[in-house]
């Protein structure tokens, strides 16, 4: 929902992301999606799309997991292996540059878990800075490149987690239904109290489930961060 990191980094409270070159700057999106996607016993886990990084690195801080990363953005891949190498576990994270759509041979291993905070303003009017068209909109990277190419690197038993807007809940969840995965859990997420959801974050297997529905309000009636939001992001955030 907004992008927190204006300056050219964003401290957290184990590691630093630098954002000069990539186009995406660390957002709430992000770290929701990092904070919330369901571990588990995960060995291996990939981001697509990853831009900064900010999301493997807090897959990394989360579990003791083999971390891969790739985005088809070169400075913002490069900028990846800089945040990366400067975290403390650079042994573990890697990134590729690499279009997710042709990179089949390129990531031959099977993940566990698949983390996207993918592009998604569909049909809106692309911006002058083509790096940040680039990031935004799904031209690269459309939700059936995205669910196909997660379908054929994962596991058997793996999970596919993103965070998309609230609008795109429905069209996602039947892509992702074609391309075989049924949601297991869902968290409705509602920016401030008495205001409708905005995002949605959903977690995909691939057997058919009853999915556990929840909500997630950052803000409180009077503008001050709830509980929940605290308790999700407390190992991260700074302030909290």
Same mark, same amino acid.
Request: charged share 25%; net charge positive.
């Given at each position: 929902m907004g992008q927190m990191g204006r300056n050219n980094w964003f401290e957290f409270k184990q590691f630093r992301v630098e954002q000069e070159r990539a186009a995406m700057k660390v957002g709430t999106d992000g770290v929701l999606l990092g904070a919330w996607a369901p571990i588990r016993d995960a060995?291996?886990?990939l981001d697509v799309g990853c831009g900064?990084?900010?999301i493997a690195l807090m897959?990394?801080?989360? @579990?003791?997991a083999a971390v891969d990363a790739i985005e088809i953005d070169k400075p913002a891949s490069d900028e990846a292996q800089l945040n990366f190498s400067q975290s403390p576990w650079s042994g573990r994270l890697r990134v590729f540059h690499a279009d997710f759509i042709h990179s089949d041979r390129l990531l031959a291993e099977r993940y566990d878990l698949i983390v @996207?905070?993918?592009?998604?303003?569909v049909n809106s009017l692309k911006t002058a800075d083509s790096t940040l068209s680039l990031a935004r909109h799904n031209d690269t990277l459309s939700f059936d490149n995205l669910l196909i190419g997660s379908a054929n690197l994962l596991n058997k038993r793996g999970r596919l987690c993103v965070i998309l807007p609230h609008s795109s809940f429905i069209e996602f969840k039947e892509s992702a239904r074609l391309a075989g995965f049924y949601l297991k859990s869902v968290a409705h997420v509602i920016p401030q109290e008495g205001k409708p959801p905005k995002r949605i974050l959903m977690e995909f297997i691939n057997e058919n489930s009853l999915p556990a529905h929840t909500e997630l309000i950052l803000l409180d009636e009077s503008g001050c961060?709830?509980?929940?939001?605290?308790?999700?992001t407390k190992e991260f955030y700074t302030a909290f």
């Open positions: 060995k291996r886990i900064t990084g900010l897959m990394a801080q989360r @579990s003791d @996207s905070n993918p592009p998604f303003f961060y709830t509980e929940n939001y605290k308790h999700l």
